[in-house]
Every structure is written in structure tokens, then in C-alpha cells.
């Protein structure tokens, strides 16, 4: 790892020269994550470096927050309510895009190093997802939907909010680890770099990682997406050959 | 071991799902039920999503169907005229039932309605057989005299259009034995059973089916209707999770053939008592879940 940021250091430091704006230089452990038969998550480096105007790095403490964001897919929440002592789906909200993962880690709590504005602008932060809320729908029952969205969606891992996540090292290198959980959506993923100062994005860079289901398991979903009657013919086929497999076997046994 | 579900979209310990198989199997072995209401509840309790669970079980029933149905072929305990009738009645059944299911999953009631089917399927099975195992071992004194049970019922005597089911040697109306097949459709699609423990019992009380038919038959009925309610659950649920079903395959064929040889070396009534316990602590712990507070609160689902 020292290794890794010494040779960084010095790869960068050539072209830090001559700049007027601070420029980020992404990159990610894996550009793809593979979902294979033992897959129960992963783990997500995304690190780089921070090239400032002829290589002086500034007088005002700068930030780093990291953004590895998911699909975005039209979903509906649903609350359960007791009903004549069952617990059953009662209430319902729907959401034009929501991502299907949202992970956010930075240098030091969000609230201490970006104004509120700012945020919402480039979504930072849990509170200031843009979900496009469905119509026809109170504003304070979407606020109760949008809050059992986000706290059911961080206790599964698929939203995490990291306020000491990013390391920054001599000013000029950052790292952040992000956990990536067994049950994550497939699709292509933004990794955002965002480099703050005195609360205002000064630099901000985005790199795509595809989280993809592959071999054996991947081409199963897909079979039952695409050639969903093959594949239910297959399933009945499969059934009877090892039912009969094993009966003939023990028969003769 | 984890093993990654592709459909279910998590990760399993596969030795227990094999585990799963096996004991279900065992138990099909030894008893002669097909399982299946133990294997859906049990895989929910898992984490598996309801529908998954239902549709993949549907799928490992067939499998563990198959040496029963050829079994009885070779003994001619098969009634194919009777069976192609009940057959075409759980093949329209397992058609409206997936329909059914769709709305349901799209008023995003599904999982309540299956759980709720469930408690009340499971604890009234349990009841009945923990009843007639007691009465069996002596712990419950025998109700008066059983009423000598008529073999023909007079609702189905009074249905049009009667045929003959020679190896059945029955004289009846087609329609009893095809709403009978439909509805056990609907609970094949539903609930992912076979519904053999439905089928048999009204089989020989309701219909009066000569005895040496009834089970090969019924077997018949389940391989047909859970290949039919699998291809309807891939290609409308998309929810059939072809490696859980293997999974559980590997471990309920090799079950079941021990089970077989496990069962005369036991008391049956002893067996059935078992079980009735095992399917009413299922049944509780059903109920249970759907009566106390659930973990999430609200739910997400993909439009």
C-alpha cells in the first residue's frame, strides 16, 4: 500500500505543474464486480489523487467525499400496518428513481465541510436523494415513506453513509473503502469524486464500475429473464432426470 | 458452503438446504406425504422471498415425484382415465391460480396471503393427524362408534354426465374429480405443494375410489400439476430458482429412499405423531411471524 501512494506521488507530481483549477485523478479497485456461486459481497477501493495548480496545495483545508451510486429504478415502498393483529401491506408509495445502491464516505462529517445548498445540488448526503416521489401522495406521509426507504434500505447495507471514510494523505492522495453486500443490485455504478473546500465543490471527477452476475449464476438470470419457457422446461426436465437418477440408482443398490 | 441463489439474488449455506431435503424427504419416505408444506415455510423461514420459495419447491416436488408414479405404474396402480380428468382440472387450477398470484404480488399481498394459507392449512392438518395418531397409540378414547361411511356421496352423485373409471370402479359425473383437481391447482400454485394430503383423503371419502389406485393416481396428479404450475411460475413469477431446486432434489431423493427402509422398522402411529408436531410448530411459528412485529416495516419492490 505505501508502495502504491509513494509511486502515485510521483506519477502525479509532473502533471500537477501549471494548472489554474485543482483536478482529481480517480480510480477503483475493480472496475467490475463479479457475482459468482460464493459471492457474499465485496470490498470497493476507490482512491486517487489530487493535483493542485502548479502543485501547491492550498491554504484552506480541503475535503474529499466519495460517492459509489447504484441504478436508478422506479420502485414502490410499501408499510406494513397491524390489520386484526396481522401485520399486512397496508400503505403504499411510488418512486420514480431511486437508487438501488447509495454509498457516501468523506473526509469528515458532510455537515462540517459542504452548505446545505450545495448539497442538495449534487445529491451528497442520505438526506438529499432525489427519489422523484410518485404523485397524489401527502407531503408529510412521503417524508414517513422516504424515511423507512432510507433506514430499511442502510440496515441492509444497500445505504451507507461513511462520515470518517475517506483518508487523505499529505494533502494530495485519498482512499476510501467501501463495503459492497451479498444481496446487491446488478448494473452499471458511478463512483463521484467530489473535492470540497470552504463548502463548495471545486473538483469533481466520476468513474463507471459494472456490478454484473457472471458464469453459471449469471447466465441462469439471465436464462429465466429471456428464455423464460426454455428455462422452466429445462427446470422440469432437470427435476424428473435426478428424481429417476436416484430411484434407479437405489433400486439397483 | 455459500452458494449463491441466482434467482433468490443471496447466498445460502447449500449444506443446509441439502439438510432441508433430506429430512423432508425422510419424511416422505417414511410417511408417504409429499413434503412440500414443510419445504415452502421452512425456506421462508431461510430469508428466501415467498415467491421463490413457492415456485422452487413446486419444481423439487416433481423430482421426488417421479419414482412414486413409476413405482405404481409397474404395480398398475394407476388410474389414467381418472388421472387425465384430475390433471386437466389442476391444469386449469394452476392457470387461474397464477393469475391470481400475479395480482396478488401486484397489490403486494402475497406474502401475507401465502403465510395466512399456510397457518391455517398447516394447523388444521396438524390437528386432524395429531388426533387420529393419539386415538392410534391409545391416548384418546375413540369417538362412539365411527359412522359406516357411505361410498357414494350424493352432491356427486348428482352431477351430469356420468363416465366410467374402470380401474377406479367408479361410475361418476367427470366434473367432481375436475373441480377437485382445479382447486388443489390453485393451492399447487399458491402454496407450492403437491396437495396429495387434500387429493388422497378426497379421493377415498368424497369420490370412493377403490384403495389400490388412490396413492399411484394421486402421485400421478402431483408430477403432472407441479411440472404445469413450473412452467407457469418461469414464465410469468420468473421466481423458479433452478439451483435451490437441485439443491433440494439432492437432498429429498436420497432422503426419501432412507426413509422408506427407516419406516418399517418404526410404529407408524409413532411417525405420524411426529409429524403432526413438526407441522404444527411450523404452524405456529407462521402464525407467530405473522402476528408479531416484522422487521421492516416498509418494503421495496421494483416496478
Redesign the interface.
Known sequence: MRGLRAGLLLLVAPLALGQAQPRLVPEVSHRQVE??????GAQLLLFGAILYPRGRVPEARTDVAVVLKGPM????????Q?VA?????VG?A?FRS?PQFYAIASSRPLRAIIDERTAAIYELGLGNLQLSPGGGIQPEELRR?EA??I???RRNLLYQENPRGVEIVEDVLYQARIDIP??VPVGTYTAETFLIQRGRVIAGAVREIRIE?LG???F??RA??RW??T??????A???????A??AL?RRG | MDIYLPIAGLSVNALMIVALGGVVGLLTGMIGVGGGFLTTPILIFFGIPPAVAVASSTTQITGTSISGVLAHTRRKGVDYRMGAVIIAGGILGSLAGGFLFRLLQEMGQIDTVISLLYVILLSSIGVLMAKEAATALDILKPRGEAKPQRRHNPMIAMLPMRWRFYRSGLYISPLAPLILGFLTGILTVLLGVGGGFIMVPAMIYLLGMSAQVVVGTSLLQILAVTAATTMIHATTTRSVDIVLAVLLLLGSVVGAQYGARFAQKMKPELLRMFLAIIVLAVALRMGLQLTWRPSEIYTMQLL
Do not use: C, H, Q
Not at chain 1, 35 to 40: L, N
Not at chain 1, 231 to 236: K, L, Q, T
Open positions: 457475482i459468482r456461486y460464493s459471492f457474499t429504478e422506479p420502485i414502490v415502498v410499501r408499510e406494513r397491524r393483529g396481522i401485520w399486512m401491506n403504499r411510488r431511486a415513506f423507512g426507504l433506514d430499511m434500505m451479498a444481496r452476475k453459471f449464476e449469471g441462469v438470470a429465466a429473464e423464460s419457457f428455462y422452466g422446461i429445462v427446470a422440469v432437470t427435476s424428473l432426470l435426478l428424481g429417476w436416484a430411484s437405489f
